[in-house]
């Protein structure tokens, strides 16, 4: 009897070892951050590093002032504008790319000289052509993403397996059907990849183009506040953009997940 | 039915030499006949196989079929693929009735015809699956379900059952053999294993290697039908001595290409 009710005590224990290793890492690790964040803000007491508390306060000042509401919507129109156009053109051309040699030859030097440049040196030339309106910083987003999603898409294409063409061809597929019925979700996954990079430069393309070219959206309020040694305006800021940028991978990784559902569990897992 | 008069073949290869994959062949193949071709890796099986396919282009000579000459893919081929080939994303339905779609045949009666085929080739139950939840037996049946859905009057099949476990490999012959049986058409089948080639064919095609050329055209003796006592067919003397004549021409072959031969 005794020994039974230890072997219960034993396995108790060991139950509780084994629910520590079950805690969720991004949750936890999520926390660390901002009790790291907080101390260090706390002990450093420098104006460009508040506490987290500091920064979460002036965000909720912030937000209940409207001023993060309206700049966000500038911000996320500049952004959905500029993304759509980087994956309407990306895959355009990244399909064409892919495909016909011919187009490889011709476009390839310009993809990868623009995809290593450093965007934003485009910044003044889209200023003088465009003006400081939206038409510049969606073309800033555009710089920031298009390249990308073309780069991976052509590589997507080229990677499709070759016997599966040829079956299409086989049932005498033409071309167009070949590209839409095969190719296309073939390469699909991998072209997903890309999109996902994608959001994420889009994002810095959108933060960049506002700070440097047009004032606008949150762009702007992160310069009008470092412009007035105020740190916690731009960290509170960070934390809206960086909610953005999760907020606009997880749209992308919900629309992958549906298009790319065929894709055996551990690969997808590996990607 | 189908012509094939001097073709030829020949590619670069990738030391600059010039690769004969075939040169100068000849065959005749009848109506509703059950050919299969027979040789060793490289003697230009599957090259020929996809010229008649209308899949890849030749040098010299002629493919007709009826009369008229291959010029590419054609509603009245089919092909069957050794590495099966099923689009990974689409479900078996899906996959049966891709032949059908691209075809420009409207949902309805291209899920109807696919649905009679999946359940030809016993995979009832199966309609919405995808290929990566399929045993390789089972892909191939795929395979071959989404060629006959186009109702070819030839099939092409290019080493079908070579990439299958021998114990599956034996149960699909039996199956084509009866499905054959039941709804002939004209087959063009590719292997490399001699009573494969024999328990199917009406006659094999021996081909030879480097160039590839028609050895022998060897007539099979077996009776049909023969799906229904497979093992009977098996035992009989002339299965036997088929098989038997067929690896000892292929051996020779073998033999002919070993290094030490060629250097003496």
């Known amino acids: 009897m005794s020994a039974l009710v230890e072997r219960r005590g034993a396995t108790a224990v060991r139950r509780r070892r084994l629910s520590w290793r079950r805690l969720p890492a991004a949750p936890v690790s999520l926390a660390a951050g901002a009790v790291l964040w907080e101390l260090i803000g706390r002990v450093a007491d420098v104006p460009f590093f508040p506490p987290l508390t500091t920064v979460l306060g002036r965000l909720a000042d912030m937000v209940s002032s409207g001023q993060i509401i309206g700049s966000l919507g500038d911000s996320l129109l500049n952004l959905a504008l500029g993304f759509g156009i980087s994956l309407a053109a990306g895959l355009a051309v990244g399909v064409a790319m892919g495909r016909y040699r011919k187009v490889e030859a011709a476009l390839g030097v310009y993809v990868y000289a623009l995809l290593t440049a450093p965007s934003l040196v485009f910044a003044p030339i889209f200023f003088s052509l465009l003006g400081e309106g939206r038409g510049s910083i969606v073309a800033v987003v555009v710089m920031y993403t298009v390249f990308i999603v073309i780069i991976n898409t052509a590589s997507a294409i080229r990677t499709v397996p070759g016997h599966l063409v040829e079956m299409a061809r086989s049932y005498g597929a033409r071309e167009t059907q070949v590209l839409l019925r095969v190719i296309l979700p073939a390469a699909a996954p991998m072209i997903m990849a890309g999109v996902r990079l994608g959001v994420g430069r889009a994002v810095t393309g959108m933060i960049n183009g506002e700070m440097f070219i047009a004032v606008v959206g949150l762009g702007r309020i992160v310069t009008q506040a470092g412009g007035r040694f105020d740190g916690a305006s731009v960290l509170a800021v960070l934390l809206v953009i960086i909610a953005v940028a999760l907020g606009a991978v997880a749209l992308v990784q919900a629309v992958d997940r549906r298009i790319t559902r065929w894709v055996p569990k551990t690969t997808k897992d590996g990607l | ?264």
């Open chain 2, 1 to 264: 039915m189908i012509q094939i008069r001097g073709l030829s073949k020949s590619f670069v290869g990738q030391d600059g030499s010039v690769v004969h994959a075939l040169r100068d062949v000849d065959l005749d193949i009848d109506e509703n006949e059950f050919l299969t071709i027979l040789g060793p890796s490289g003697c230009g099986k599957t090259t020929l196989l996809k010229a008649v396919a209308g899949l890849i282009p030749w040098n010299d000579g002629d493919i007709l079929i009826d009369g008229s000459a291959v010029r590419g893919p054609g509603p009245e081929r089919s092909m069957v693929f050794q590495n099966f080939a099923l689009l990974p994303w689409a479900t078996v339905l899906d996959n049966v009735g891709f032949g059908l779609r691209m075809r420009g045949i409207g949902r309805a009666e291209r899920d109807e015809r696919a649905r009679a085929l999946i359940e030809m080739v016993g995979l009832s139950g199966f309609e919405t699956k995808r290929p990566g939840e399929l045993s390789g037996g089972m892909q191939q049946r795929v395979g071959i379900a989404r060629a006959l859905a186009v109702e070819p009057r030839v099939l092409l099949m290019d080493e079908p059952f070579g990439a299958v476990d021998e114990q599956t490999r034996r149960l699909l012959q039996e199956e084509l053999l009866s499905i054959w049986e039941r709804r002939r058409m004209t087959v063009v089948f590719i292997t490399h294993s001699m009573e494969e080639a024999v328990l199917l064919g009406d006659r094999v095609v021996l081909m030879s290697a480097r160039p590839g050329q028609i050895a022998e055209i060897v007539p099979v003796p077996l009776p049909r039908p023969r799906s229904s006592d497979v093992g009977a067919i098996e035992r009989s003397s002339d299965y036997v001595e088929v098989t038997a004549y067929l690896w000892d021409r292929l051996r020779d072959m073998h033999t002919e290409h070993r290094p030490s031969k060629v250097a003496g």
